[in-house]
């Protein structure tokens, strides 16, 4: 008499499976109706600045046939050495003068918001809750709403068709520091300031050494995030620099559209060269700048 064992039977792989993994995997694939989506936004997004090489490589009537070009012309060089010759623009100063007020922010609230954001996030100190909420009040109120104050402060400090007229005002805000204070309280464990306090450490040197490094991501965001809103601004430049001598970029082009004519091609032109910088700064920072909004999604 023969005995028979029950054995566990393998299962054995579908026909273009990778077992368990493949279930995680059909997890992910992007459908037919998702890649339609993407490529939707992609167009949407990417059109119009196409549509700007378009109209800045054409000559000025180019914008109003019909129906309308969709290829670049050959225009480009002549078009741009317009906007450059340009007096009443100024368009070299107005970079020159941007890139000096959107990267002194930038660096000042990179580093006074995470300054703040430790501070808020890891240190003990009376008050610092209601401190907090002056920061986050601080954040409701709208932009307009001071102007005035701060327009007769700049008048008394002489500071009128200046350059820190535009800068000392936003050197630090609330929002960075929020949000520095956010990624510090996930970010930076207690126990390695313990730590770093038993080893010796000064609250400086634990700021430097250890908790800068582990901001960086979050620091790289802000920046970007900044430098953008500063390059794109235009309400206050527009207050405070009456002088045509001395604009910011955003300044220069409106100097480009007159009352009386629109020369689309030249303000097109200097749109794309309005625009060059910023595209810059994202190809040299872009994999940070996504891998540090990638680490807050996950950590979150």
Known sequence: MTTATLQPVARKPKRGGKGPSSTSERLFKASPLTWIGLIFGVILSLFPFYWM??????????????????????????????????????????????VLVSGTITIATVFFGSLAGFAFAKLRFRGKNALLLVVLASMMIPIQLGVL????????????????????????????????????????????????????????????????????????????????????QFFWPFVVLADPTNPTVQISLRSLNSAYFADNSQIFAGTLIATLPLFVVFILFGRQIIGGIMEGAVKS
Not at 62 to 73: E, K, Q, R, S, V
Not at 159 to 170: A, D, E, K
Not at 197 to 205: F, I, L, M, P, Q
């Open 53 to 98: 090489i378009v109209i800045a490589s054409r000559t000025n009537d180019a914008a109003n046939t019909w129906p309308p070009p969709f290829l670049p012309g050959g225009n480009l060089g002549e078009n741009i050495g317009r906007v450059l010759a340009n007096q009443d623009a100024n368009i070299l100063k107005g970079l020159m003068n941007s």
């Open 149 to 232: 104050p701060l327009y007769i402060l700049m008048s008394e400090l002489g500071w009128l068709n200046r350059m820190p007229s535009v800068i000392v005002p936003f050197l630090i805000g609330g929002f960075g520091i929020f949000m520095m204070r956010q990624y510090a309280e996930q970010a930076v464990p207690n126990e390695l300031i313990e730590a770093a306090r038993v080893d010796g450490c000064s609250t400086w040197r634990i700021y430097w050494h250890v908790v800068a490094p582990a901001l960086r991501p979050a620091a790289a965001v802000l920046g970007l995030l900044t430098f953008m809103e500063q390059w794109n």
